[in-house]
């Protein structure tokens, strides 16, 4: 089989063409914890994963580095945090120094960042994290705020090019946190040339005094942030999101200030584009609320089937991920491309390569099993589980023969759990059913119920015959020939009498799963 290149391999091709043999190749992404971390932030993280796999597969080392951006400030308390009125005390301070509403953690921010990487954890990804708030404080970044202020015309002369109105003369380059108040409100900021700044704030008129070399208080705004850490780093590769990528946005104005004012080169770029919720409506956003965790997701999808969807897309093309019945397109799509993986369903080579490189990404650990997993299908999984009442050990009872080793059993545990999440909080009411516990007395014409009737004997002499679903059904339709019903009427009065309602799943694969005692009990 040839090898197929997927956009993560070609990207890992630009970047060792065009940076050369290096013995670590570094790839950043970062998040504003200024709430909860959504299901859309999470598509600039998995974008650079594929990426650093990618590199991995070629030999290369990869030092993956992720941005916690947790000394910016508190703006805008989420509508779904507890605790409102407290958070609204904390408006325009650090996010880091904004207590826990969960009450869990030591702050805020914390509480969304540990959050955040035990997710990622069980999707496979492995980072290193980097909290901003720290290095801050801690003046990491000293010389780089100095190195930012002394070349402030450079900046200005770069931001108004893409401005509709220039940067006032008093601008400058800087946020500082009011040794006062803590906030960053800040009315005037004038610096000496050397390592000093005066301020005064809008908030509390404060008048205060910093050193740049001691001070914990001071940070780069977002647009001087940005590139100061690609060159402080050695960033070679970081995903910005189509916000950011459009012309004259934070990227356009970063290329120009990481060369001229810190001396560094522009990583290599790709842009994403937004992920939305089938049914939600408009783009993701903490502070908003109207959002959907990686949690949320991995409830109905395992985890290699989220990575799966991600790497079935170019990451500058959007797309939504679905709750509702499109879930079982989804399931059913996932194990058909399994199937070409291994040769189960015929296909072109060059479909089967990229099926197989998808694949591989969508692991978590980047191995595949030898053999083809089992693979219940989600759809009959559902009705299963809605035969045996929601339960799964049941229902596991259903699939023994199948389940040949550990792998195919984890399979069946972590299919049929999400199968009963979907089936309580998602699925249609026209999908849901429960099989009648005993006979009912459904509104039926005389012809029908002569119909169950004459079905009941058919099925109670025969049913040791059916070697195949397919018997059954032929079975059925020539008692429904006799009966002289339209086959819709008789497929009314079986579902009203078995699970009292119109409609439900495929006839005689229900028949047959229910079993001949339940059936002919019903009848």
């Known amino acids: 089989m040839s090898e197929a290149q997927h956009w993560a391999d070609f990207t890992a091709d630009r970047m060792i063409k065009q940076l050369g043999d290096k013995d670590v190749y570094t790839l950043a992404s970062g998040i504003t914890p200024s709430g909860v971390v959504h299901f859309g932030n999470f598509r600039e993280v998995i974008t650079t994963e594929f990426v650093a796999r990618a590199l991995k597969s070629k030999g290369k080392k990869v030092r993956f580095i992720f941005s916690w951006d947790d000394y910016d400030t508190f703006r805008k308390v989420p509508a779904n945090m507890p605790e409102q009125e407290m958070l609204a005390k904390y408006m325009y301070q650090p996010i880091v120094d904004t207590p826990d509403p969960f009450k869990t953690e030591e702050s805020y921010a914390a509480h969304h960042q540990k959050n955040f990487e035990a997710q990622l954890k069980k999707m496979g990804i492995e980072l290193e994290p980097l909290y901003q708030a720290k290095k801050y404080r801690s003046g990491t970044y000293k010389n780089e705020i100095i190195k930012t202020l002394k070349n402030r015309q450079k900046i200005v002369d770069i931001l108004n090019k893409h401005r509709t109105e220039p940067l006032s003369d008093d601008w400058q380059p800087l946020s500082i946190y009011c040794e006062k108040c803590n906030r960053d409100d800040i009315k005037t900021i004038k610096f000496d040339g050397d390592h000093k700044i005066s301020y005064e704030c809008a908030l509390c008129n404060h008048q205060g005094n910093e050193d740049l070399l001691t001070t914990s ?53 790709l842009q994403y584009d937004f992920v939305s919720v089938k049914g939600m409506g408009g783009k993701m956003s903490s502070s ?110 259903f699939y023994a023969d199948d ?86 009427q008789a497929f009314t009065a079986v579902y009203q009498a078995l699970i009292s309602k119109e409609k439900g799943p495929k006839l005689a694969n229900f028949l047959m799963t229910i079993g001949p005692d339940k059936v002919l009990g019903l009848l």
Not at 222 to 250: C, I, L, N, T, Y
Not at 340 to 366: C, F, H, T, W
Not at 450 to 479: P, R, T
């Open 403 to 488: 389940l040949k080793n550990d792998h195919d059993e984890k399979r069946f545990q972590e299919r049929a759990k999400r199968a009963n999440y979907w089936l309580e909080h998602y699925a249609p009411e026209e999908f849901k059913f429960s099989v009648n516990k005993k006979p009912v007395n459904p509104e039926l014409s005389d012809t029908q119920k002569s119909f169950l009737k004459q079905l009941k004997m058919a099925l109670q002499a025969q049913w040791g015959q059916f070697k195949s679903e397919n018997d059954l059904h032929e079975a059925m339709y020539k008692v429904i020939h006799e009966a002289g019903l339209e086959p819709a």
């Open 288 to 397: 908003k609320g109207n959002l959907v965790t990686v949690n949320d997701v991995l409830d109905i999808y395992q985890p290699e089937m989220i990575r799966w969807i991600f790497a079935n897309y170019k990451s500058n093309v959007d797309f939504g991920i679905s709750f509702d019945l499109d879930v079982i397109k989804i399931y059913e799509d996932y194990d058909r491309s399994e199937r070409i993986v291994y040769g189960k369903e015929p296909n072109s080579e060059k479909k089967q390569a990229m099926a197989k490189r998808v694949y591989e990404l969508s692991s978590l650990d980047g191995t595949i099993p030898p053999e083809m997993p089992f693979q219940p299908s989600f759809r009959h999984l559902t009705n299963i589980l809605q035969i045996y009442e929601g339960d799964v050990t049941r229902a596991r009872g």
């Open 217 to 269: 208080r001071a940070k780069l705004p977002w647009r001087m942030d940005w590139p100061m850490r690609w060159a402080f780093e050695g960033v070679d590769f970081e995903p910005g999101g189509k916000d950011h990528s459009s012309q004259g946005g934070s990227y356009t104005t970063a290329k120009d200030i990481v060369a001229e004012v810190y001396g560094g080169k522009v990583p290599i770029y």
